[in-house]
């Protein structure tokens, strides 16, 4: 079944009309949320749709006012299989809470990797040298699936995070950057994963819509690899799901 990895339901004006237009379809998303807050209402919205998986997240761009709900956070990953959207954000507008964000995701992947069997999603804007350093620190690739979403870094830190054994959410903007497409070119077969960070990146009125957009993704990251990588991204995200 092919999954959508990283999708903000929760912020879609149609949420409630996409959850029902789920059921009974064949791919999936990996709902992410920004706080914990959000989670719970949207596991509740959820319960009766099997196909999406509802992660229990908080952003880093709001660690600033949110940081004392770390704790909530790290109480409903104890029994939470997604986790995310997490991760550092070190952009001009965020970095003031630098010290904030890497307290809050080291805590989160330090206990990701105690309890292990997580799947966690990962932002990682200008970031990614640190994020790498912080999940290498706790191993928590070790026994939890680590998929970095929209990675940016450099080829040195692409490298490592390779070598770690990270998987990779590939998006439709990431087919028009030199980055991006270096992404795609270097990261192994079967740890590609494809998401539409939507709404950020495309607004979505139809749970149909998500599967179309996918669709779009592997073909353009297909004719980059010479391959057709339907089956493969596919399994790959049975595998992350399930795993």
Not at 31 to 36: E, I, L
Not at 72 to 79: D, N, R, S, T
Not at 129 to 151: G, K, M, P, Q, Y
Not at 219 to 233: R, T
Request: hydrophobic share 40%.
């Amino acid at each position: 079944m092919l999954y959508d990895m990283h999708c903000h339901l929760d912020l879609m004006p149609k949420m409630k009309g996409i959850i029902h237009e789920s059921v009974g379809t064949n791919f999936g998303i990996m709902a992410v949320t920004t706080t914990p807050q959000a989670y719970t209402q949207e596991v509740d919205f959820c319960k009766n749709a099997p196909n999406i998986k509802v992660a229990v997240g908080l952003h880093p761009q709001l660690i600033e006012d949110r940081h004392n709900e770390l704790s909530i956070v790290l109480f409903y990953l104890q029994k939470a299989k997604y986790i995310g959207e997490i991760g550092l954000d070190f952009n001009r507008e965020y970095v003031s809470s630098k010290a904030k964000q890497i307290e809050v995701f080291s805590s989160i992947t330090k206990e990701c990797s105690k309890i292990g069997g997580k799947v966690l999603s990962i932002h990682s804007v200008k970031a990614a040298a640190a994020v790498i350093d912080i999940l290498s620190l706790h191993r928590t690739t070790e026994n939890n699936i680590c998929i970095l979403h929209w990675f940016t870094g450099n080829e040195s830190d692409l490298k490592r995070a390779i070598d770690l054994g990270c998987y990779f959410s590939i998006n439709s903007k990431m087919l028009s950057t030199s980055g991006g497409k270096r992404v795609i070119q270097s990261v192994p077969e079967d740890r590609i994963l494809v998401e539409t960070d939507a709404p950020f990146i495309k607004e979505i009125s139809h749970y149909q819509e998500i599967y179309i957009a996918l669709r779009q993704v592997i073909k353009g990251m297909s004719e980059l690899k010479c391959k057709d990588l339907y089956d493969v991204i596919c399994q790959n995200s049975e595998n992350v799901i399930n795993g």
